[in-house]
């Protein structure tokens, strides 16, 4: 199936931990990018990847890293979670950049709470 | 710079017609619109590149207008599988890859 693959979908940790979410895609995109989903489904962009290369980085504590081996995998390595960090993490991508005529394909999330 | 659509919930019945507005602070390249079901993924529905452009999947279309800034997504006839919250997405003008999210609107058709 080609799709945009998320791991793992739910993740339940202590604060402080360290944690990492996978996202992979088969679609032969360009542009991947991590987006965080709060609890008033507010969709907020965290980082954007452009064939292996940092495009987008918002406002984003420095403990989230990304990382993308190659233009079909993007990473997302959190340090030291902290309660505020519980939220669904979506991975999507698209060819090219949005709004050049080409939509997201989003993977079905991962679910993250901080205890 | 998040887009604001309006209404933020709306319930319909089975077979009323609905219609979802997003408007932008800013003047727009594109407009996308998606919709995630309870649990799930958002799923793109269609893209927006014209001024004046307008679209349709199944019984849901939507329209473009540049001038004004905005963006109404029509759902005519609606049905249950309609459910969930919808949300624009808007691209603007001179801002390279800058693309936000809208604030999403809630919808829910009862039989």
């Known amino acids: 199936d080609t799709a945009v693959s998320q791991t793992p979908k739910y993740l339940v940790t202590q604060m402080g931990n360290d944690k990492s979410i996978k996202c992979e895609q088969n679609?032969?995109?360009?542009?991947m990018y991590w987006y965080k989903q709060d609890s008033k489904k507010f969709l907020k962009i965290m980082f954007s990847y452009n064939n292996k290369e940092l495009i987008i980085n918002e406002t984003v504590p420095n403990r989230f890293s990304p990382k993308s081996p190659d233009k079909a995998h993007l990473n997302l390595h959190i340090n030291s979670l902290e309660l505020g960090d519980s939220a669904v993490y979506f991975c999507?991508?698209?060819?090219?950049?949005?709004?050049?005529?080409?939509?997201?394909?989003f993977g079905s999330g991962t679910r993250l709470t901080v205890v | 710079q998040q887009p604001v659509q309006s209404p933020q919930a709306v319930i319909l019945r089975e077979g009323e017609d609905a219609v979802i507005n997003c408007s932008s602070s800013?003047?727009?390249?594109?407009v996308h619109w998606y919709r995630q079901k309870h649990g799930e993924a958002p799923v793109f529905l269609m893209i927006?590149?014209?001024?004046?452009e307008q679209k349709g999947h199944e019984k849901i279309s939507a329209s473009f207008n540049e001038k004004k800034q905005q963006s109404s997504l029509y759902l005519t006839a609606s049905q249950l599988s309609y459910s969930g919250t919808y949300f624009c997405?808007?691209?603007?003008?001179?801002?390279?890859?800058?693309?936000?999210f809208g604030t999403g609107t809630s919808l829910t058709v009862i039989p």
């Open positions: 679609l032969g995109h360009d542009t």
């Open positions: 927006l590149l014209k001024g004046g």
């Open positions: 997405g808007t691209e603007w003008r001179g801002t390279g890859n800058q693309f936000y």
């Open positions: 999507a991508s698209s060819k090219l950049g949005a709004g050049r005529g080409y939509g997201y394909t």
């Open positions: 800013k003047a727009l390249y594109s």
